[in-house]
């Protein structure tokens, strides 16, 4: 079934949907190198916008775990992401949710997104690197700097933090807003000795 339309399509996505998704990715790249962020650089492939939001926000609150598919069929097809970016680094993780998170809506859904992608890519993924060990607000509620207070410690290491040591870390998360959220992930990377940490995401707010 296409994640899309929701007409049945053994890919998980049409080819007319296909199209309007290739009409309205942009697949850009951020260099935050010289920025004071603990990642060099932020991959977006949509703007958090029409379609691209209302399937987000399906996939996140209304049972859309299936939709993982959709979107990862779609980000495999271009070659910004699968040549000029992934093949920088050695393995990929996703960013956590809480556990209280994960009994209520039983899916992470950067996990399903971050795994599937890694297969296909040939590359390492590694769960529990990092974990959410505070059940904080949601982010999506807060303005800017109630983000980076309420994201302030929410993680810390988990047992597979010796898979980072001297790696090139690609970190995934669904939206990027100000890049709190994955700027406290990509400390905890660094300070466990990954080399280079780079952010990639569905959608940019």
Known sequence: MCGICGKLNQNFLCQKCN?????QAKFNV????????YFKELLYIFKYEGIIRKTILKYKFQEGSYLYKTFS??????KIFTE?????????ISVPIHN?????????????????????????????????????APQSTL????RVKN????????????KISGKNVALFDDIFTTGSTV???????????????????????
Do not use: H, P, W
């Open 183 to 205: 700027n406290e992930c990509a400390k905890i990377l660094k300070k466990i000795g990954a080399n280079n940490v780079g952010i990639f995401t569905l959608a940019k707010d």
């Open 151 to 162: 994201i302030k410690e929410a993680f810390s290491i988990g047992k597979n933090s010796e």
């Open 100 to 136: 209280k998170r994960m009994k209520t809506r039983g899916y992470n859904q950067s996990k399903l997104i971050a795994k599937e992608i890694a297969i296909n890519c040939g590359k390492e993924y590694y769960d529990n690197v990092i974990i959410k060990s505070k059940n904080i």
């Open 84 to 92: 000029k970016f992934i093949n920088k680094y050695d393995l990929i």
């Open 73 to 78: 069929v779609f980000i495999l097809q271009d």
């Open 19 to 23: 199209n309007t998704l290739k009409n």
């Open 30 to 37: 951020e260099n935050f190198q010289k920025k004071e962020k």
């Open 143 to 146: 303005d800017m700097l109630e």
